[in-house]
């Protein structure tokens, strides 16, 4: 397997393991189910709704878990993204949202796989957030960026439904990097706003950090600044094109031509400061996230950012109590 290293790559594992929750230096151990005396539904976080983030703390109300996860306390917990029950194997395609508290972007080339999605964590994770995939969603009819993309490309990449059709689209945008910059003028300012704006309502409710799901990532640098944490999911060239050629049913040069629409994923590892190495198994990625998961969760770096917006907000509003007093008349 290629050595994954670069002048940034922080190597597993990380620090201690946190004093809660699964022993992060034997993940298995933990998974089957949750320790005494906690429930299923407590250990996982929803696609909608609150997300849990520790027993104890901050609960999804009992509609939501119910309604997505099947009945609480029924024996191992439900996957995080629908009703079933997962044992490290795949939740077919379910995204939801993430955490937040400080931003932490994952990248990764077509087909290398983005744990959550597939609940790498069912169950072991009590924190654990869930992707975000903005950009599905603004390209849906009645989104902006869908009437722009039919005014630039015709009404050849749509479906009869209205929706876009992914197979003409992408033929389209990976053959020609012309039209594939026109669709990111298009598509990134749009699904950047949206991205935003859930992070900072996560910000608001208090989640510790964020992930966002970029695959441009350090091709566009524009996000770069406000990472903290960047995290590459790696495997090696062979399982990946494998892997997207039977997600997408593509041909070989169809999956080939989507790869090299990225940087080169060993450029990425370079460029990152956590990598996971999702070339194997699912339990084996899943121990990289749940020690990533570990290390993120354990650090304070969200703090700072924390107490600078509530001393500002603070400083608001004494602000206001001091103007309300001078405009005021006294009683
Ligand atoms: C182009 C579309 C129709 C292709 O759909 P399709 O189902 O064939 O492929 P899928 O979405 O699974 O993408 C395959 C791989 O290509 C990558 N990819 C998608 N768009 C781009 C892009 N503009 N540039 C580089 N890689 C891309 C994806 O990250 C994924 O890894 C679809 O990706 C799309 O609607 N893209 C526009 C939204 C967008 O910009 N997405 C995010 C890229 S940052
Ligand atoms: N460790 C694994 N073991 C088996 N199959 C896997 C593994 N990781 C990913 N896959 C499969 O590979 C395919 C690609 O994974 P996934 O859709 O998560 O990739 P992605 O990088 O998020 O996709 P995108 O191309 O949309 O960015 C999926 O069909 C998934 O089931």
Redesign the pocket.
């Known amino acids: 397997m290629e050595q994954l290293v670069g002048p940034n790559y922080e190597p597993f594992p990380f620090q201690a393991p946190p004093t809660r929750g699964p022993d992060v230096r034997f993940p298995e151990r933990t998974l089957e189910a949750p320790p005494p005396g906690l429930r299923g539904g407590d250990w996982l976080s929803g696609s909608r709704g609150r997300l849990v983030r520790s027993p104890g703390r901050v609960r999804a109300k009992a509609s939501e878990r119910g309604s997505r996860r099947g009945r609480r306390g029924d024996g191992p917990p439900g996957c995080c993204l629908c009703p079933e029950v997962h044992h490290g194997a795949l939740c077919p395609g379910r995204a939801g949202r993430w955490l937040l508290g400080q931003v932490c972007p994952f990248s990764k080339?077509?087909?290398c796989a983005f744990p959550s999605k597939h609940c790498v964590v069912d169950g072991a994770l009590r924190a654990w957030p869930v992707a975000f995939p903005a950009?599905?969603r603004m390209?849906q009819p009645g989104y902006p960026a869908h009437r722009r993309i039919v005014e630039a490309f015709g009404t050849e990449v749509l479906l009869e439904n209205g929706d876009?059709n992914?197979?003409a689209?992408?033929d389209l945008?990976f053959n020609q990097p012309d039209l594939?910059r026109l669709?990111?003028t298009i598509?990134?300012p749009a699904?950047g706003k949206e991205m935003m704006k859930e992070t900072f309502k996560y910000f608001l409710r208090g989640y510790r950090y964020v992930i966002l799901d970029?695959?441009?990532l350090f091709e566009t640098q524009k996000l770069l600044r406000f990472m903290k944490h960047t995290v590459v999911v790696y495997c090696d060239r062979d399982t990946q094109l494998k892997r997207l050629m039977q997600r997408?049913q593509l041909k070989l040069e169809e999956a080939e031509a989507?790869i090299g629409?990225?940087l080169p994923l060993k450029e990425k590892v370079r460029l990152a400061r956590h990598v996971l190495d999702n070339s194997g198994e699912w339990s084996v990625t899943k121990r990289q996230v749940i020690l990533l998961h570990a290390h993120l969760e354990s650090s304070l770096e969200y703090l700072p950012l924390r107490l600078g917006a509530l001393t500002g907000l603070a400083g608001a509003a004494a602000l206001l109590y001091l103007l309300a007093r001078c405009l005021l008349p006294l009683p």
Request: net charge positive; no cysteine; charged share 10%.
């Open positions: 080339s077509p087909g950009a599905p390209v876009i992914r197979v689209l992408g945008i594939r669709l990111n598509t990134h699904i970029v695959p441009l997408n989507r629409a990225q």
